[in-house]
């Protein structure tokens, strides 16, 4: 379960990853030639950082927020949703230039640091322990 989570995370840090080129092509060009597109994979990055926040919580059993690192994954998702509300109502598309950095890094740092539900089996050598059945 922790490893679908982990899963979905990687491939939302991508689609958020196609909104950087977005901010940077609008930083180094100075136009929005693909700010549709970018928005579109923000919108799927988006439900996929969702689907991995619910597993990650359906294997802890609680909002996964234990540490640093799941409170900022979390916290980028909110982000992000706030953001897809305010582009659809307002149309502010230049938060863009903000946000979807912000949440690239957000997600980027906090993917590899969620901490398994459960402890891990030790190494084969050491002596059983009630997590293992060997």
């Known amino acids: 379960m922790h490893d679908m989570a982990v899963f979905w995370l990687r491939v939302a840090t991508a689609l958020y990853g196609v909104g950087l080129l977005h901010v ?25 950082h969702f689907v991995a926040i619910v597993e990650m919580a359906n294997a802890v059993g609680h909002l996964p927020v234990d540490n640093f690192f799941e ?14 509300f305010v582009y659809w109502r307002y149309d502010a598309a230049s938060l863009s230039v903000c946000i979807f950095p912000l949440v690239f ?6 993917k590899a640091r969620w901490r398994p539900p459960f402890p891990r089996c030790p190494p084969p050598t050491c002596a059983p322990c009630c997590y293992c059945t060997s």
Not at 24 to 48: D, I, Y
Not at 71 to 84: E, H
């Open 24 to 48: 940077m092509a609008v930083l180094l060009r100075r136009k929005s030639g693909f700010l549709k597109p970018a928005l579109f994979a923000f919108l799927v990055a988006a439900v996929l």
């Open 71 to 84: 409170s900022a994954t979390v916290c980028g998702f909110l982000i992000a949703v706030l953001f897809l």
């Open 105 to 110: 890094m957000t997600c980027n740092s906090s």
